[in-house]
């Protein structure tokens, strides 16, 4: 038969396969049969004819995974020898083993064969194989691993090469399973800087020598696109996109930007100066949020908006930071408020843009079942030198600061309770406000005397501005929220008569009415320089 017409072609017991073992066998798949001898077998199907296969690792290999009843099928061709690295190979009908010192025996076929042998085969950039063909992945796909590289496929894409840098990338998170899914066409190089890219299913991996491969995608990846990808300004990305920041939101950082997306704002860059303060500040965490807007430049310096404010960058090299009053509410909401407010259930905020500004932004926000909401704003005006420093105490008033920090109201003072839950005092013409230092130091009190630095607070109430007609006590220096410090600041005040003051907060006297009847005792007020009092 054609076996041992095979056999004695190969030298019969003299040859290299020794002598047989036992008679041949049939009955096999397809009608096939095989006859073992001292060092390997020969096998017959009426498709291939009869051809050995060695007892060494290719031999091994193939039994181990089935043998004729394997997906390979029967042996085509005797095993050869003498390929690139000192290997072997031996076809069969649905594939090929092949054999080298460094990795053993893999076989290989289908799609992804055909891929690697249009890649150079044994003598390619992916070397021998280096693991099974393993299918039935996600999406239906195979993949397998070479030496250098891995090879993937899927009915959709074909099979496609992954190697080098990206396809290290590629595995390190998580291969077809990860993020990009499968490869969707070879990887090209020759761009911007010496570098290379390659598309997959749901991305793309970028490289360059500077950067390393890292993958981009979704909403990020198309801002990226606008700008001209690796060509534009920002360079390649040199990390992955990282989410699960606050908000839902997500980050991705570039050679020379940082691109921030969230679902209300989509995909932004931040750069330079600009940047580092957003990040100094939480980066969406603060109480600017997420970028709303490229950053915006000219002579004069650069703007980013950003959803509840804005940075601008000046020449002379300050980040000048800005909220809106709705932002500082979303503040409070969010926990970007460097001041507590011990959860009262209304806290007003009196704002400069910078230290020196007189003019302030007057905002009150009130909780309800949604947090907290901007109820109402109004322009003031703080001291006549701005506010102290955060923890500087304002010191005597004729320093003209006011002071920065969170503090209760509990009092308030005019000509005429115009209905309010606060502790009300109707002034007279004793009414005194202690700024000597003695044990009436900024407290109320009543007296027929009038000695500076006291204040006559009835003068201040009925002279024609009616500065103090309408009058909170803002609790800095004295309980509940402190002991009173000697010399540390007394007769801070929110009040009417809207200009600059010698360290209280004044709007106009219909606005301050509107306060005094909203409020009650343990609401707050938080003052100071934006910048100082929020992230």
Known sequence: MAINDAWVALGGASGPYGAALAPAVCGLVLDGCKRDFTNGSIYWSAGTGAVPVWNGAIGR????????SSWLGYPVSPEKCGLAGAGCAQDFRSGTMYWSPRTGAYPTGGGIGQRWIQVGGVSGRLGYPAGQLVCGLAGGGCVQAFERGSIAWTASAGAWDVGGSIGLRWLELGAQDGGLGYPTNREICGLTASGCFQNFERGTMMWSPSSGAHPTWGAIRTRWAEYGYENSWMGYPIGRET?????????????RATFYWSPGTGAQPTSGAIRNEFVKRGKGASSLGYPSSPEYCSS??????????????????????HLNPVGYCQALNTGALKYGTAGASRVSFAVAERYVATSVTFATCLKGNNG???????????????????GVATGPTINKYSPTGSFTVTDAFGLGNPGTALNYINLNSYSRWGGRLNGNYNKYFESSADVFPDENMWYYATRPSHDYRQGVVINYNRPPDSPIVMNAGFAIFLHANRVPTWGCISLLESDVTRFIQSAVPGDRIVMGVGGDVFN
Request: proline fraction near 3%; hydrophobic fraction near 40%.
């Open 61 to 68: 290999q193939w039994t181990a995974l089935g043998a004729e």
């Open 243 to 255: 989410c699960g920041l606050a908000g839902g939101g997500c980050a991705q950082e570039f050679q």
């Open 300 to 321: 004069t310096g650069c703007r980013q908006y950003y959803q509840w404010g804005w940075l601008d960058w000046e020449p002379s090299g300050w980040v000048m930071f």
């Open 372 to 390: 907290y909401q901007l109820e109402w704003n109004v322009p003031g005006y703080a001291g006549e030198s701005g506010f102290a420093w955060a």
